[in-house]
């Protein structure tokens, strides 16, 4: 079975410095992985997303992931934050167990103070 | 391309109605899913869907009902609302490696 699990409820970060947001899988299946967006009432834009291709993955908005199979993690990253980018974020699993259904994460909220 | 469509955006109702948020998708995808999003808890599957009468429950199916009569429609049916069902629904059309959402229907229970 496919689970996802983000490490972080809340990171804190000032704008300028740098962003990361964890997430680790567990998948019986070669997955599908994705990074989801959401600002307040708003609905979900994709960030990103891995799909057993190259395992550095760029998204939208200087995000970018790295897929790393043998610690079964892909982190969210960029380099300097931008106020706009406080938001929540999910990580998401996809895989082939006889269906395509996609499993969440419980969401990180990304705070970016001036 | 509208991808996946949702309806209604907004709704308030009473405790004990009933009611049926619509999904529908225009890319013929196989599977297609609702999910609930409440604060800390992330989106829970609620129930979804592999093919045109083909359904099953998800993590939290407990007052929901829905059916997959065609490739396109999956609708998701209230039974007798409760305020525990107060949150924020999405209907998702996924295939192997991409998935679409709707913009999410916003459900008050009083």
């Known amino acids: 079975a496919q689970s996802v699990t983000q490490l972080d409820s809340h990171v804190s970060v000032s704008e300028g410095t740098p962003v990361l947001l964890r997430c680790n899988y567990s998948s019986s299946y070669s997955p599908s992985l994705f990074w989801y967006v959401q600002h307040p009432n708003k609905g979900l834009q994709l960030l990103l997303k891995?799909?057993?291709?190259?395992?550095l993955v760029k998204g939208i908005n200087g995000f970018e992931a790295e897929f790393k199979k043998s610690e079964t993690s892909f982190h969210l990253t960029k380099p300097s934050a931008h106020m706009s980018d406080a938001a929540e974020y999910f990580c998401?699993?996809?895989?082939?167990?006889?269906?395509?259904?996609?499993?969440f994460g419980r969401g990180t909220s990304l705070i970016v103070h001036p | 391309n509208a991808g996946v469509t949702q309806t209604p955006k907004f709704q308030v109702l009473k405790t004990g109605q009933s009611m049926t948020l619509q999904c529908a998708q225009d890319?013929?995808?196989?599977?297609m899913s609702w999910y609930r999003q409440d604060p800390g808890m992330g989106l829970r599957l609620i129930h979804y869907s592999v093919g045109a009468g083909i359904t099953d429950q998800g993590e939290v199916p407990n007052g929901y009902n829905v059916s997959r009569s065609t490739t396109e429609d999956f609708p998701l049916r209230l039974l007798s609302a409760a305020p525990s069902q107060t949150s924020v629904y999405f209907c998702a059309a996924s295939s192997g490696n991409t998935i679409y959402f709707g913009e999410g229907s916003w459900l008050t229970v009083v």
């Open positions: 998401v699993v996809s895989e082939k167990r006889g269906s395509y259904i996609p499993t």
């Open positions: 890319m013929n995808h196989e599977y």
């Open positions: 891995y799909t057993s291709a190259a395992t």
